[in-house]
T-cell receptor, first 115, second 116 residues
Framework: AQTVTQSQPEMSVQEAETVTLSCTYDTSESDYYLFWYKQPPSRQMILVIRQEAYKQQNATENRFSVNFQKAAKSFSLKISDSQLGDAAMYFCAYSGRGATNKLIFGTGTLLAVQP | GAVVSQHPSRVICKSGTSVKIECRSLDFQATTMFWYRQFPKQSLMLMATSNEGSKATYEQGVEKDKFLINHASLTLSTLTVTSAHPEDSSFYIC????????????FGQGTRLTVV
């Protein structure tokens, strides 16, 4: 069975600084998707970034980028130029490539942004 | 982008009664919908997967008779919590997928259920 592990329950970063959130996963599949979701206090789940396992290039979305290490099964999220609005719970998630792709979530990292 | 609407956003019910939560895809046909439960400060736990027109597939440990899921159309799935008890109080979230974009899940706003 696939598992997703986030070892940092809480993180803090100064506004305008950079922070990296860690995620490791375990799977026997060779092709899959990895995601980072943001859950602000409203609790609406927001997709931050997606990585396809067969792509070697790390995904980027504006201030958000990932470091995808397939052999190490590591998928970290880097947030550059942190903003107050980035404060939220961040979940790492895994999905297979089947017709029905259920998401398997990590335990989450609560990110605080200090002004 | 694709929009999923979940209703109600909050509900309080008495112990022993049933509560229905709706999840609608507003601008796309959702071939698959997922129901999650989230306890305070915890992660999302998948409860069940439902495909339009067929029975839901429940995750291990989830009571099928307690949490009834119906996916009668391509735009609507419902979760009914039957004979609710205080321990059923939680935050419930649905997400929807379409075959055309099955790499991405679109989430509803969630429902906070409180059983008193």
């Amino acid at each position: 069975a696939q598992t997703v592990t986030q070892s940092q329950p809480e993180m803090s970063v100064q506004e305008a600084e950079t922070v990296t959130l860690s995620c490791t996963y375990d799977t026997s599949e060779s092709d899959y998707y990895l995601f980072w979701y943001k859950q602000p206090p409203s609790r609406q789940m927001i997709l931050v970034i997606r990585q396809e396992a067969y792509k070697q290039q790390n995904a980027t979305e504006n201030r958000f980028s990932v470091n995808f290490q397939k052999a190490a099964k590591s998928f970290s999220l880097k947030i550059s130029d942190s903003q107050l609005g980035d404060a939220a719970m961040y979940f790492c998630a895994y999905s297979g490539r089947g017709a029905t792709n259920k998401l398997i979530f990590g335990t989450g990292t609560l990110l605080a942004v200090q002004p | 982008g694709a929009v999923v609407s979940q209703h109600p956003s909050r509900v309080i019910c008495k112990s022993g009664t049933s509560v229905k939560i709706e999840c609608r895809s507003l601008d796309f046909q959702a071939t698959t919908m997922f129901w999650y439960r989230q306890f305070p400060k915890q992660s999302l736990m998948l409860m069940a997967t439902s495909n339009e027109g067929s029975k839901a597939t429940y995750e291990q440990g989830v009571e099928k008779d307690k949490f009834l899921i119906n996916h009668a159309s391509l735009t609507l799935s419902t979760l009914t919590v039957t004979s609710a008890h205080p321990e059923d109080s939680s935050f419930y979230i649905c997400s929807a997928q379409t075959l055309l974009m099955n790499t991405e899940a679109f989430f509803g706003q969630g429902t906070r259920l409180t059983v008193v």
